[in-house]
């Protein structure tokens, strides 16, 4: 079988976001907005965040899918259900599930508009993402166990 470079992206994503997912389902919902040291992030910050970045680096820059990103609001939000940020992620999932596997190889190489990171490839940015996620996701699944005391 062959398959395509955002094939094996998505295929290295997918069980990151599980574990986004299931811990956002598992911490209590007095936990989800705590940070484990102060000035830290939370748990629902940083799902918020890994699913306001793949929506833009992956569908927007990706994909053409439009979507309006709010960083701050990603970082600042204590008031987003479990339910809802939970969606947000699964959204996130879908557009990537949409996106990745559909990119063709030269495309990866194409020179992507985006002022935060001026004349990075395309590729790059996407690689950017599915590492943004992994690293976000490691420290969701360590920040809830911190803040439940396990």
């Known amino acids: 079988m062959s398959e395509t470079l955002g094939g094996a992206m998505l295929a290295l994503l997918e069980p990151r976001l599980d574990a986004i997912i299931n811990t956002v389902r598992e911490i209590p919902r007095e ?3 705590r940070p484990a040291i102060r000035g830290g992030n939370s748990v629902g910050n940083l799902a918020l965040h890994v699913a306001g970045n793949l929506q833009t680096l992956v569908g927007r820059i990706g994909g053409g899918v439009p979507y309006e990103r709010d960083r701050e609001f990603e970082f600042t939000a ?3 259900s479990t339910e809802d940020v939970i969606r947000r992620v ?6 990537c599930r949409q996106v990745l596997p559909r990119l063709e190889p030269a495309w990866f ?3 992507a508009d985006d002022p935060l990171f001026p004349g990075e490839s395309r590729g790059a940015h996407v690689l950017r993402s599915v590492e943004h996620a992994e690293y ?3 420290q969701i699944v360590l920040i809830a166990r911190l803040v439940k005391g396990s």
Request: charged share 35%; aromatic share 6%; hydrophobic share 35%.
């Open 78 to 80: 204590r008031d987003v």
């Open 136 to 138: 976000h996701g490691g």
């Open 109 to 111: 190489g194409e020179t």
């Open 90 to 95: 699964e959204d996130a999932r879908a557009v």
């Open 31 to 33: 936990a989800l907005y």
